[in-house]
């Protein structure tokens, strides 16, 4: 029901906009979040936006150059990564749940994942 799109491979400094387009349902009234796990690392998660689209969290690592937003009529969020770095090499996932929750989840919907390579 959620579908991560827009992964691939990037130079450092570069940018890459990732989409997670949700079908069977509407996610309007859901938190939606996008999490990146790097091979040998544990699931971080990078940027979270309310319900409401006023309240967003991001992550230290990437505050300042990740932007996450959403489209309601699309059923769509997306995450904005700009000035790129090695350290940004993941798989990134996109995730929803109808509750508040929080960079530790849980969240009900996970999509599947999308290759994000930044080469240095």
């Known amino acids: 029901q ?7 491979l990037v130079q450092a400094g570069g940018s890459l906009r990732l989409s997670c387009a949700a079908s069977g349902r509407t996610f309007s009234s859901y938190t939606m979040a996008w999490f990146r796990q790097a091979p040998g690392k544990e699931r971080e998660c990078v940027a979270i936006i309310h319900w409401m689209g006023i309240s967003t969290y991001y992550a230290n690592s990437v505050k300042g150059r990740f932007t996450i937003s959403r489209d309601y009529a699309k ?3 997306y995450l904005q990564m700009n000035s790129l770095k090695s350290e940004d090499t993941a798989v990134y996932y996109c995730a ?3 509750t508040g929750a929080s960079p530790t989840g849980p969240y009900l919907y996970w999509g599947q994942g999308t290759l994000v390579t930044v080469s240095s």
């Open 96 to 98: 929803a749940d109808p």
């Open 2 to 8: 959620l579908q991560a799109s827009g992964g691939g």
């Open 75 to 77: 059923n769509t969020v």
